[in-house]
């Protein structure tokens, strides 16, 4: 066990007494021609749903009552067919989903994984790998450590730096509030702050973490949604004047609406004089950080004591592959660190990471495969040039919308988002009635094209968006998602 040379190398001897004792099969197992053809199938069954998606619609689904009439059954004593299974789960259940990785998804934060990191969730799956300690996953825990490694210097963090996989953006949240708590020194009477664009995930995390919901300060954002510094130093000000432990900053490197950027620099000078934790939460926005354009909007971020960032967003990763790093790696460790008699067997050497010391979960996937595996596959520089063509398409997006006399850009387009509304020029239209037609709009975008959009607040205005993200959509699908909108558009004003 510990410390021993022992490898594992060697073919483990199987015990045939307790084999016949307890039954080798007790059901559970395959024969080696039907795993392979089953996973031929399923495979089979993926690549042709990829062939099809771009001509299908964005979004399929059903209401509550259909679905539980074909799903609510009892789980059966007795199997049938695997191949069976395998059918009815691809033509009931998994395409009754809005398809985030469909070319003409534009909605909430959409996602298109690769093919390996597909495959790599399938690997990690089959050797059920646990990343949870060194001595349960010395080999997975190093390609864990390679690929934090790959985005620490992606986001010129110093080497001090650390972190880890999370499921995603929220969980990243909550390890790093836990961090910037304890390296607060756990005080009463907590603060936390961050922009009013922020997402409900940090609120949440910060509750969690013991930070009463009065205490949770959403700082205004500015009109082009970016958290108004003058409002943070002030709040700060006042909240230390009462009393208060301001404990976290959090800045948004993207956020979920309009894909606002925070002032970086001017919060990380802020919290370093006020000694305050910075996190970022860079959870779609961040692997823009891979673009030279990305890198110049992002400034400052490498100044943060953490940032969150999901690969399952703006990375081509399937779900779930969140990551959480942060300046100085050992403050994870006395954040999360819990000895547990249980596990005295992880302690092997000093210098081995045990992942489950580093966050809220023990039991852990192999998440950092996927990342691996397709960086691996394609290059870096596929990755590179998808993350920019995203930006580049909502780019010509905005430009599309300013030329339009139907549209009106409402945000500066920012990491991949477009906020824009239906509102005709040399038409005065009160905002209720604007608000009724972009409703109308949406709707009819979403029954009867095959794009899906999703729709936002922009101060307090309701605003289409498009959040262009995924790899395989092309100009034509924004263009002509664009003139779908303009044409429900000219038709809801003149009907
Ligand atoms: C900016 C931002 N932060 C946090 C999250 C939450 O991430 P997750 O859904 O991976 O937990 C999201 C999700 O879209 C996001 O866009």
């Known amino acids: 066990m510990p410390g ?3 490898s594992s190398r060697g073919t483990p001897s199987v015990s045939t007494e307790s084999e016949k004792e307890l039954g080798a099969d007790n059901g559970l197992q395959m024969a080696p021609e039907l795993m392979l053809n089953l996973a031929r199938k399923a495979a089979d069954i993926l690549v042709e749903r990829n062939e099809r998606l771009p001509g299908e619609d964005a979004w399929e689904g059903d209401f509550r009552q259909g679905l539980e009439e074909e799903l609510l059954k009892d789980p059966p004593e007795d199997g049938r067919p695997a191949a069976e299974v395998l059918e009815q789960v691809a033509r009931e259940i998994l395409p ?13 934060i959409p996602s298109s994984p690769t093919w390996p990191s597909v495959l790599a969730d399938f690997m990690a799956a089959g050797y059920n790998i646990n990343t949870v300690t060194w001595l349960v996953a010395s080999g997975p825990s190093q390609l864990e450590l390679v690929v934090i490694d790959w985005f620490r210097r992606w986001l010129d963090y110093p080497e001090s730096a650390g972190g880890l996989f999370t499921s995603g953006g929220a969980a990243a949240s909550l390890d790093a509030l836990v961090a910037a708590r304890e390296a607060a020194g756990h005080p009463e009477r907590a603060t936390v702050y961050m922009s009013d664009q922020s997402h409900s995930v940090l609120r949440r995390a910060a509750m969690i973490i013991g930070v009463r919901p009065e205490c949770i300060r959403m700082v205004p954002s500015d ?19 009462a009393g208060f432990s301001p404990i976290a900053v959090c800045a948004n490197a993207g956020a979920a609406s309009t894909g606002a950027i925070d002032p970086l620099e001017a919060m990380a000078d802020f919290c370093e004089a006020e000694g305050i934790w910075l996190h970022v939460d860079a959870a779609y926005g961040g692997f ?20 969150g960032l999901d690969a399952h967003k703006w990375f081509f990763q399937p779900y779930e592959a969140g990551c959480l790093l942060v300046k100085d790696g050992r403050t994870l460790e006395h954040a999360f660190e819990v000895h547990h008699d249980v596990l005295q067997d992880t302690i092997w050497g000093a210098d081995h990471p045990n992942f489950a010391d580093r966050g809220l979960q ?13 960086v691996q596959t394609f290059g870096l520089g596929a990755f590179r040039r998808a993350v920019l063509k995203g930006m580049e398409l909502a780019d010509r997006a905005e430009a599309y919308v300013r030329e339009s006399p139907t549209l009106e850009i409402l945000t500066p387009v920012s ?36 794009a899906l959009m999703s729709s936002t607040l922009v101060g307090k205005m309701f605003s289409l968006r498009l959040c262009i993200l995924n790899h395989t959509t092309t100009w034509n699908d924004v263009r002509e998602t664009l003139e779908a909108t303009e044409r429900f558009g000219q038709e809801a004003v003149s009907p």
């Open 288 to 307: 823009a950080i891979v673009t030279e354009q990305g890198k110049g909007l992002l400034h400052g971020i490498e100044r943060a004591d953490s940032i």
């Open 96 to 108: 009754f989903a809005t398809r985030l990785d469909h070319p003409r998804c534009f909605a909430f």
């Open 362 to 374: 023990l039991s852990r996937s192999l998440r950092a495969l996927k990342v691996w595996m397709s």
């Open 4 to 6: 021993d040379s022992k």
């Open 415 to 450: 990491l991949g988002i477009v906020c824009f509304r239906i509102n005709p020029t040399g038409t005065d239209l009160d905002e209720k009635v604007l608000e009724e037609i972009n409703r109308n709009v949406l709707a009819r975008v979403f029954w009867e094209d095959r």
């Open 223 to 241: 009109p082009c949604t970016r958290l108004d510094m003058e409002a943070l130093t002030r709040a700060v000000t006042e909240d230390r004047a």
